[in-house]
DNA sequence: CGAATGTTTCGATTAAGATCGAATTATGAA
DNA sequence: TTCATAATTCGATCTTAATCGAAACATTCG
């Protein structure tokens, strides 16, 4: 009865309410201070160090000092993994009276799942790359990117040798919780994203995880990604 | 603050000791009933029963009632890569007093991680197949099994169109906490597995996750899967 | 230096829920 | 039917830990 990793113990961690609306914020990808996760939970300062104390202690946030300012992020890649499980499993096994998305439209529309783009536009984006058959599901299921897929994504301006040596796997799927449909993560996800940003289609929004983009932005990306396959 | 699925709640409801170790227990794939579930867990039937209730309502775990028995089963395969993220990760940052693998040998030797073959044997399973080549990783970092790997297991017994039309990935990487490396999961893992089962080589024991292997079955699947890649 | 801000420590309070004994219901066996 | 076993419900107890006020500590800025 005794035998195992003590896996009680990490997600005991994450079951208590403002601790996991700590780490929900981080999913945003973006470094926070106590204060402002602190902010994010609905607790006060004091509570907030004593839970993010816990969360350092106990493997799943990474802290960095800098000034007076204590910056925290989650610890490491299978931790984001854990979250994006968990919350699938949420949604799912959440009771009817839930919505099926969040409140706010514009972070169903558009938001930050870490590093690559969810909501809306997230699913927009995968299924139409599916479409084009940029991405392919190979014979033993998994996911990868097809020659004409990786000429497409280097022409968008993406470098792909050098994501290809990241360790991270390029494809990846992420259900997203708000369109119970799947977005693409990965190498790829995070790449394609960052690369928005560079052209200034959009920008993240300071203070949640909405993704904001220009109204020429929004049009680019719907004249990329939109695009039939036979076009 | 309030936005997106409550993992909190999901996580609190794998965060409790008890509830963990049954739910570590309904790991070895096997439906169990609630008495087997107490024992498992080191509490009474009735604190057991009321555990029970909160991991079915909160669609952790499904029941089916037989006679007088009820037999639980992890709901779903999500709740499963779930709990064998939450094994790797407890397993990671877990302090460094706790051993690296469990105590009793046996289970580090062989164990059933759900369906698939974990432990000593499991890894190097997994590793034989990698220097063998008959699972590779493509460009794209996604695991797939190659052309002689497909000759390779059907000629085992396996049948490889059928496994391929489920809807389940075929081949997936698990981290073994026991060895801190991986071994094979997905339905190929669980299919090999299978094929030991019926080949008489091993059998599943009664009361514990351990694989007990026959003599001849040991010698044979070293002689199968400790094979060199020029042989 | 002193003032302001960010973070942590300490201590006391309080709420949540894990636990079990006793009793109850359900099913199968004799 | 009667008895035994499995599972659940109820009620009471008790432990754990989340919470915050107050105060201390750290760092930056003026």
Redesign the interface.
């Known amino acids: 009865?005794?035998?195992?990793?003590?896996?009680?113990?990490?997600?005991?961690?994450?079951?208590?309410?403002a601790?996991?609306?700590m780490?929900?914020a981080l999913m945003s990808g973006r470094a926070l201070t106590a204060t402002e996760l602190a902010?994010?939970?609905?607790v006060t300062a004091q509570t907030a160090s004593s839970h993010l104390a816990k969360l350092h202690e106990?493997?799943?946030v990474a802290a960095r000092k800098q000034g007076r300012h204590r910056y925290f992020t989650l610890d490491?890649p299978?931790?984001v993994?854990?979250?994006e499980?968990?919350?699938?499993?949420?949604?799912?096994?959440?009771h009817n009276r839930?919505r099926t998305g969040?409140?706010?439209p514009a972070?169903r529309k558009a938001r930050i799942c870490y590093d690559h783009l969810a909501g809306e536009m997230g699913v927009a984006l995968f299924e139409n790359l599916q479409q084009r058959q940029f991405i392919v599901f190979?014979?033993?299921?998994?996911?990868?990117?097809s020659k004409q897929g990786a000429a497409f994504v280097q022409d968008f301006g993406l470098d792909l040798v050098q994501m290809?040596q990241m360790r991270?796997?390029?494809?990846r799927e992420c259900l997203d919780?708000?369109m119970r449909r799947s977005h693409l993560a990965g190498a790829?996800g995070a790449g394609l994203l960052q690369r928005m940003f560079e052209l200034g289609w959009a920008r993240k929004s300071n203070e949640?995880?909405v993704i904001d983009f220009t109204p020429t932005g929004e049009k680019a990306f719907y004249d990329l990604f939109a695009a039939l396959p036979n076009n």
């Open positions: 009865m005794k035998e195992g990793p003590d896996i009680a113990r990490v997600a005991a961690l994450i079951g208590d309410p601790r996991a609306n780490l929900t902010l994010e939970a609905g106990g493997g799943i490491n299978d931790i993994e854990l979250l499980n968990l919350m699938g499993i949420a949604q799912r096994t959440g839930v969040p409140k706010d972070l190979d014979d033993s299921g998994e996911m990868r990117i290809r991270r796997p390029l494809c919780w708000s790829l949640s995880r």
